[in-house]
Nanobody
Framework: QVQLVESGGGLVQAGGSLKLSCAAS????????VGWFRQAPGKEREFVAT???????????YYTDSVRGRFTISRDNAKNTVSLQMNSLRPEDTAIYYC????????????????????WGQGTQVTVSS
C-alpha cells in the first residue's frame, strides 16, 4: 500500500510560479509511473504530467500539451518523491492537483488515463488570479 502526500499549492498571480511536491509516506514508487493530474470545478480530472521509470536514475517525462514548456516534472526514486515545477501560470491552471501512482507498468498511450493509476494523494489547491 502506498500513501501519497502532496504539498506546495497556493494562490499566485498569473505569470507566477509554484512548485508542488509529492512524497510517499508509506510504500515506494518502485519502477511504476508516478505523475500529476488536476481537476477544476465542474470538470473531469485531467492528465498534467507523468514519469515512466527506465531504470537507475533515468526516466521519461510526459506532459499534456497545455503545460508543455511551462511545467517540469521531476522524480527521485531513492527519496520516493515527485515534484512539479509550474512556471508562467495561467488562470486556466486553477485546479486541485493530485499526485498519482500506478501499480503496474503502463504503455505510453495509457499514461494519461486516470483510471490506470491506483494510488492518489488528497490533492492540493492551486489558484491563479488574473
Amino acid at each position: 500500500q502506498v500513501q501519497l502526500v502532496e504539498s506546495g499549492g497556493g494562490l499566485v498571480q498569473a505569470g507566477g510560479s509554484l512548485k508542488l511536491s509529492c512524497a510517499a509516506s508509506s510504500g515506494t514508487f518502485s519502477d511504476y509511473p508516478v505523475g500529476w493530474f488536476r481537476q477544476a470545478p465542474g470538470k473531469e480530472r485531467e492528465f498534467v504530467a507523468t514519469t515512466r521509470w527506465l531504470g537507475g536514475s533515468a526516466y521519461n517525462r510526459y506532459y499534456t500539451d497545455s503545460v508543455r514548456g511551462r511545467f517540469t516534472i521531476s522524480r527521485d526514486n531513492a527519496k520516493n518523491t515527485v515534484s512539479l515545477q509550474m512556471n508562467s501560470l495561467r488562470p486556466e491552471d486553477t485546479a486541485i492537483y493530485y499526485c498519482a501512482k500506478s501499480a503496474s507498468r503502463l504503455i505510453v498511450s495509457s499514461l494519461s488515463k486516470p483510471g490506470n493509476y491506483d494510488y492518489w494523494g488528497q490533492g492540493t489547491q492551486v489558484t491563479v488570479s488574473s
